[in-house]
């Protein structure tokens, strides 16, 4: 298992692939004026309570205000607001909080009056991206996030990742933090600091502490809003969280980008800093390593997973539907009920693909082919739980209903991924749409695959002209054309033929 970042920078945007052993699993869109990210910290200053709510609404800069409820005020706001206030009033003139006199923590199901008044300027994160015509949600429980722990102001406790199950390195972990964390600070302690050496884990922790400074010096010469300090950008994100010993290589096609990388690397993992190679080619850097196409494929309503199985995704503004669908998937040595369930588990596995790649949050129901027998449900449902144990959003998975549906709850952060994979006609000046082009060689093959299965010796399919020659044609001297190797791949007798009366993107099959 080996994982792959490609980075495409655009001009107006960063496209960020990252691929598990050649397969996409998250697609990344950042556009280079992204003020508004997960994890930014901005000072704001409240506009008005909505007590029916029990929020507020507080202007961050944003064209709509972000959306404080009550209980993203966090039990140690008034600690932060106390702090914030004294270091706009420069009676604070230090990062420490080792003399700082916390205040007492809020109630847990108290009021928004009661705690916030409009005018009030207070210190501000981004936990959702504005999302349609909404505001971005907010929260005053800042937390600073490295790379092996997060660290939290105005908290004493030292928490484990559960993820990690060895009880000796829990103790050895939760001992060594205590020993080096500034006073005043709480810090959760990552998956990925299990087995890391003190000096890693105290590097980190002080380039967290140095955010934290800088938070402090900021607060006391800007005006809100204002943004106090920015996250990472989404590629330095992406290797923050997941970089390991299984990350093989990262392609960027920007030598500034690139130079980042390389210094964020250097800081974080120095032995990994080689990895970040610069991509010098003419053909489009997503073209090269097959991501282009990956993504005309997976993003389309209908989505082909193998042997004729296939997903029909909708999204309505309530919900997302995904229906499975065996096609021609069908052993004949098996019952109905064990096709289903051979069907169901691959298509788990496609589903969490699915919602990792497009980050669809919010309520999906999945309608999976119908098995009888429990213990065939079951398995189906820890294939679901075990497919997504990777996914980073909080999720749930509940068990299968009577009429087969798998309920899923995921959380959503940031806007959904869509992409359009559709093109203009070409037979229309646009007036309509077709399926994406760069996939009409697979669905031929696909055709081709069916038919032999069929039992057909002699296969002919008719083409646009323009299809044909491209099938038919030999790439180089030494080498084969497409219809040549489908010729030897089936050990069939295949005929591509020209067609004027098709559409560019159509074929039919001529019957024999």
Same mark, same amino acid.
């Given at each position: 298992m080996k994982y792959d970042l490609i980075i495409d920078s655009r001009p107006s945007e960063v496209v960020i692939a990252l691929l598990k052993d050649g397969v996409l699993i998250e697609l990344h869109k950042e556009k280079h004026d992204n003020d508004f990210s997960v994890g930014d910290i901005y000072l704001g200053r409240v506009r008005k309570n909505s007590p029916g709510l029990n929020a507020s609404f507080v202007n961050v800069g944003y064209e709509k205000d972000g959306f404080l409820h009550y209980h993203d005020l966090g039990p140690k706001f008034r600690s932060f607001k106390k702090y914030t206030k004294?270091?706009?009033?420069?009676?604070?003139?230090?990062?420490?909080?080792?003399?700082?006199?916390?205040?007492?923590?809020?109630?847990?199901?108290?009021?928004?009056?009661?705690?916030?008044?409009?005018?009030?300027?207070?210190?501000?994160?981004?936990?959702?991206?504005?999302? #349609?015509?909404?505001?971005?949600?907010?929260?005053?429980?800042?937390?600073?996030?490295?790379?092996?722990?997060?660290?939290?102001?105005?908290?004493?406790?030292?928490?484990?990742?559960?993820?990690?199950?060895?009880?000796?390195?829990?103790?050895?972990? !939760?001992?060594?933090?205590?020993?080096?964390?500034?006073?005043?600070?709480?810090?959760?302690?990552?998956?990925?600091?299990q087995g890391k050496k003190v000096a890693e884990l105290d590097r980190d922790l002080k380039n967290l502490y140095k955010k934290w400074q800088i938070i402090s010096k900021k607060i006391k010469i800007k005006k809100p809003p204002a943004k106090i300090l920015g996250e990472l950008n989404r590629s330095s994100k992406i290797l923050r969280d997941l970089l390991n010993e299984e990350f093989h290589n990262i392609y960027v096609n920007n030598s500034d980008l690139?130079?980042?990388?390389?210094?964020?690397?250097?800081?974080?993992?120095?032995?990994?800093?080689?990895?970040?190679?610069?991509?010098?080619?003419?053909?489009?850097?997503?073209?090269?390593?097959? %991501?282009?196409?990956?993504?005309? #494929?997976?993003?389309?309503?209908?989505?082909?997973?193998? !042997?004729?199985?296939?997903? %029909?995704?909708?999204?309505?503004?309530?919900?997302?539907?995904?229906?499975?669908?065996?096609?021609?998937? *069908?052993?004949?040595? !098996?019952?109905?009920?064990?096709?289903?369930?051979?069907?169901?588990?691959? &298509?788990?596995?496609?589903?969490?693909?699915?919602?990792?790649?497009?980050?669809?949050?919010?309520?999906?129901?999945?309608?999976?082919?119908?098995?009888?027998?429990e213990k065939n449900r079951k398995l189906l449902t820890e294939k679901m739980r075990e497919a997504m144990a990777n996914d980073k959003a909080k999720h749930q998975v509940l068990p299968p209903t009577k009429f087969g549906l798998i309920q899923i709850t995921r959380q959503r952060v940031r806007p959904e991924m869509t992409i359009e994979t559709e093109e203009n006609c070409p037979m229309c000046s646009g007036n309509g749409k077709i399926d994406s082009s760069l996939l009409l060689i697979e669905q031929i093959e696909r055709k081709i695959n069916t038919l032999i299965q069929e039992?057909?010796?002699?296969?002919?399919?008719?083409?646009?002209?323009? *299809? &044909?020659?491209?099938?038919?044609k030999k790439e180089g001297w030494f080498s084969f054309s497409i219809c040549k190797k489908w010729k030897k791949k089936y050990k069939r007798n295949i005929i591509i033929s020209p067609d004027e009366r098709l559409h560019l993107l159509q074929y039919s099959v001529k019957n024999n």
């Open positions: 004294k270091s706009i009033e420069k009676k604070i003139n230090t990062a420490s909080l080792k003399n700082f006199k916390q205040e007492d923590i809020i109630e847990k199901e108290g009021k928004i009056n009661a705690t916030l008044k409009g005018g009030d300027i207070i210190l501000t994160q981004i936990s959702k991206e504005p999302i #349609s015509t909404k505001g971005p949600r907010i929260t005053t429980e800042i937390s600073l996030a490295g790379r092996f722990m997060v660290l939290i102001p105005f908290s004493n406790k030292v928490s484990i990742s559960q993820k990690i199950n060895n009880n000796d390195e829990k103790n050895r972990l !939760k001992k060594l933090i205590n020993s080096i964390k500034p006073p005043g600070f709480g810090v959760i302690v990552r998956t990925v600091a690139q130079t980042e990388l390389k210094d964020y690397l250097a800081r974080i993992s120095p032995q990994h800093e080689n990895m970040v190679k610069f991509y010098k080619k003419e053909k489009p850097i997503f073209q090269e390593f097959n %991501v282009t196409k990956q993504i005309k #494929s997976a993003f389309g309503k209908t989505v082909t997973i193998k !042997k004729g199985t296939y997903l %029909v995704i909708e999204h309505t503004e309530a919900l997302h539907v995904i229906d499975i669908n065996s096609g021609k998937k *069908v052993d004949a040595k !098996k019952d109905q009920e064990a096709n289903a369930l051979t069907v169901n588990l691959d &298509a788990a596995e496609e589903v969490a693909r699915q919602l990792r790649l497009r980050d669809m949050g919010g309520i999906i129901i999945v309608d999976f082919i119908d098995l009888k027998q039992h057909q010796n002699k296969i002919e399919i008719k083409t646009h002209p323009f *299809v &044909a020659s491209y099938i038919n």
